[in-house]
């Protein structure tokens, strides 16, 4: 018997006795913790044999499955696309063996490794500061630079193009609903997306005037309807303009390709050409951010007030709440550490952005942070008291 089988058995034999009710809270947090590594070290071990069934066909001698992702995905209870994945990420890591040396150790998640992989094959340079983002950051971030390392390596010009030739909006129907999905250029999305906010915004106040309470996704599919049901003439002089805010770092706007390691993008959207940026300076937009350009630190003020060049470093900064495992990244709202009834100042090391849940506890709950040394804030419940339950609950899409 090999030793997974041993393993396996045993895990077996554990989950049918397993009474979890008989362990202190405490007990059943550190043991849910120690589950998850267990997890994340089994997933590489289906990972690595899958790997091996697939190159030498030995997965045939025991399914009738048509192709290894269609074996991989019943095996695994898991969609094909799912099980392809998996089967990608094992090839790219024979290449990358600091990243597998963390996947084996149980430090990576398979998800996270077929983001880094991802990321790594496109810019092997850029594997060790993927592999940062993973351990510091959410899911969100490392897929986010992931795809700006992968920008970063790949022809703009021609990457471009195919966004602009591969654009669609598709729909399906099923049942009384009907599904749909888009792709197009970045910069024409950004476009999408910045109409509807305020629209959504509006939606979403009257939806709490009236009592409701419902996803930001269900309020933005109104704002759509609106847009698009609604004649607004004044917007259309405004039709050839850039979405917003670009950002970009000075060497990678000024060679006119993205530079590995650098940045062009539009905040909380993705990743744009060069050019694109080059456009909104020709429009005379005063919100291209160039990352070599001003120090904000040393804007400061002695009122509430921030001034511009703040919020904009800000929101540039803290794409995502600052409290460390949370990755809300809409509604965001800035918040003053400490409080400037103490400080007195409006500064950018004391301001941070926060979600509306995690705001609302330091806010009106009495809760407090402390700084990371990679940027992000840890939350403290008030001495003395049980931790409120939305401290670490998941965002409520509706509470922006």
Known sequence: MFTIE?????????????????????????LAEVAAKAARLSETVKMLYAHRAAQTNGWRRTSRAATVDQWLAE???????????????????DKLPATAERLRSGELSLAQASQVTAGAIADPSAEPRLLRTAKRSGMRELRAEKERVITAATDEVEAHRRAKRDRHLRTWTE??????????????????????????????????????????????FDALVTAVTTSNPANTSKA???AACVLVDLSSLLDGKT??????????????????????????????????????????????????ALK????????????????????????????????????????????????????????????????????????????DTL?????????A
Not at 360 to 374: A, G, I, M, S
Not at 391 to 399: H, Q, V
């Open 312 to 387: 904009i470093a800000i929101a540039v900064r803290d794409r995502t709440c600052k409290i460390r495992g949370c990755d809300r990244d809409r509604m965001l709202e800035r918040h003053h550490t400490p409080p400037f009834e103490q400080s007195h100042r409006t500064t950018y090391r004391e301001l941070g952005n926060l979600c509306p849940k995690h705001h609302d506890l330091v806010t009106n709950k009495r809760y407090t942070t402390t700084d990371n040394h990679d940027g992000t804030w840890d939350l403290h419940a008030p001495a003395h008291t049980q931790p």
């Open 391 to 399: 401290a670490n609950a998941p965002p409520d899409e509706a509470a």
């Open 175 to 220: 049942g009384f609903a009907t599904h749909g999905r888009f792709s197009g250029p970045t910069e024409d999305v950004a476009q999408i997306l910045a109409a509807l906010e305020p629209l959504t915004k509006a939606r979403f106040d009257a939806a709490r005037t009236a009592g409701e309470r419902e996803s930001r996704d269900a309020y933005r």
């Open 259 to 308: 530079a590995p390691g650098g940045t062009c993008e539009i905040p909380g959207i993705g990743p744009v050409a060069v050019e694109h940026a080059r456009k909104v300076l020709s429009h005379g937009l005063l919100q291209l951010v160039i990352t070599d350009g001003v120090d904000v630190q040393t804007v400061v003020s002695n009122t509430r007030y921030v001034p511009t």
């Open 6 to 30: 041993r393993i396996t058995a045993d895990l077996d034999e554990l989950a049918r006795d397993l009474e979890p009710e008989c362990c202190s809270g405490a007990d059943a947090a550190r």
């Open 75 to 93: 095996a695994s209870g898991c969609t094909e696309g799912a099980a392809r994945e998996t089967l990608a990420t094992a090839q790219r890591l």
């Open 240 to 242: 050839s303009s850039p």
